[in-house]
């Protein structure tokens, strides 16, 4: 994703094309991604982009067709709370206590994401990642468009719910946007042990 996400639009002198944007940076933190009406290679990163001065760039070739999308790429993380059963007591919400609860499946609905990634980890288990990108099929996966997919993602964890971490994350330039999330998992109540009277 984009911090200090802002556009911009390149002006071509028939050999480079100059950006001016409103903040300083360097070339190894700023990333140029190429907007709308660049058909055929929008969301793009331009690439061999040069630091003129602390707020001009300039690059070779023609990119002034349409304005840019600039900001400083970071690594995106959410990590979920631990997944409980709440029930009310005395009017107040309480988590569920005195069994094991096992989360098997959940789903992550998102919106006009193209990428992220799923980690899940817990104690004495090796990680499991799982990986959501471009779907096959899709009417907008269109060659040289970047798959803006709304829907659902489901993963499978089979895990016990003590100590589970799960994390979305993306390291991509593009937009993440996770609205909600649902999971599905088994309840099993400890049993107490018959006393003699």
């Not at 990119?63 to 709440?86: D, L, M, Q």
């Not at 004495?124 to 907008?140: A, E, Q």
């Not at 609205?179 to 309840?187: K, R």
């Amino acid at each position: 994703m984009l911090d200090r996400l802002t556009t911009a639009t390149g002006v071509y002198d028939g050999t480079t094309t100059t950006f001016t944007v409103p903040y300083s940076g360097d070339q190894a933190t700023l990333t140029f991604v190429r907007g709308p009406a660049f058909d055929g290679s929008a969301g793009s990163i331009i690439q061999a982009m040069t630091r003129v001065d602390s707020d001009t760039y300039t690059v070779l070739g023609d990119f002034s067709a349409g304005i840019c999308w600039i900001g400083k790429k970071y690594n995106a993380r959410y990590v979920f709370t631990e997944p409980t059963i709440k029930i009310e007591l005395n009017g107040k919400p309480n988590s569920l206590a005195g069994g094991r609860l096992s989360v098997r499946k959940m789903t992550i609905n998102y919106n006009k994401t193209p990428f992220f990634n799923v980690k899940i980890s817990s104690p004495n288990v090796d990680d499991s990642n799982h990986l959501f990108t471009r779907i096959i099929g899709s009417p907008n996966a269109n060659i040289g468009e970047i798959p803006f997919e709304s829907g659902k993602y489901s993963v499978t964890i089979m895990r016990n719910a003590e100590d589970l971490t799960i994390e979305v994350s993306s390291d991509s330039y593009f937009p993440m946007t996770l609205t909600s999330a649902d999971w599905i998992g088994n309840y099993v109540t400890r049993t107490q042990p018959a006393q003699r009277v």
